[in-house]
């Protein structure tokens, strides 16, 4: 059981340059999500998807693309990257509400955009 | 939208020392998370809150649903290395999406 698996955990990019962090889990959860981590500012939420083919935005949804063909696959697209996405990122999934447990945690991927 | 903030930001604390921190909303909250970090990882769940006034322990850590639904607590009992980290508060309303609190990074000195 892998859990949440984030691909790749480190990325420098140059500006301008497109690419796709990928995850994938192995749990069955519905909801999946993508967040950015930076410093002094916690987690904030990106994109979320409460199941195959349903997508929505989160707090901070620009520059970045989402689609959900299948459960267990949530990639997250930068179209064109620039210096202010350098950040960490984490794919988090879990059931949806039940009134129980929280979010499963990627290991994240640490992006550089130069 | 939604904030929390968390306090203390950081600290330093012996070896064996109980630690205490919390974290606030302006929002009422039907859910409270408690995740730690560690160093290039992930957060993981420590301890999930479901009721006003609720305490839950999980081995050293207990947790608190505060009673205005505003804000939780956690402490740590007879700190150890391995505890150093970053915590995270989460909250959550009605809707199905958390919001994350800024951390609270601990140090823990031999």
């Known amino acids: 059981n892998a859990g949440v698996t984030q691909t790749p955990k480190f990325q420098v990019l140059k500006t301008g340059q497109s690419m796709t962090l990928q995850c994938a889990q192995d749990?069955?959860?519905?909801?999946m999500s993508w967040y950015r981590q930076d410093p002094g500012m916690g987690l904030r939420l990106i994109h979320y998807s409460v199941g195959a083919g349903i997508t929505d935005q989160g707090e901070v949804p620009n520059g970045y693309n989402v689609s959900r063909s299948t459960t267990e696959d949530f990639p997250l697209r930068l179209l064109s990257a620039a210096p202010s996405q350098t950040s960490v990122y984490f794919c988090?999934?879990?059931?949806?509400?039940?009134?129980?447990?929280?979010?499963?945690f990627g290991s994240g991927t640490r992006l550089t955009v130069v | 939208g939604q904030q929390l903030n968390q306090s203390p930001q950081s600290m330093f604390i012996q070896e064996g020392e109980d630690v205490s921190m919390n974290c606030t909303s302006s929002?009422?909250?039907?859910?409270w998370l408690w995740y730690k970090q560690d160093p290039g990882e992930g957060p993981v769940l420590l301890i999930a809150l479901y009721k006003a006034g609720e305490l839950t322990s999980n081995g050293r850590l207990t947790a608190q649903f505060g009673i205005t639904r505003k804000d939780s607590f956690l402490n740590i009992s007879a700190s150890i290395p391995s505890d150093v980290g970053i915590y995270f508060c989460?909250?959550?309303?009605?809707?199905?999406?958390?919001?994350f609190g800024p951390g609270t990074r601990l140090s823990v000195l031999p």
């Open positions: 989460a909250g959550r309303d009605y809707g199905q999406n958390f919001v």
């Open positions: 929002s009422i909250f039907n859910t």
């Open positions: 749990m069955n959860h519905e909801y």
């Open positions: 988090a999934s879990s059931y949806l509400r039940t009134g129980s447990d929280g979010y499963t």
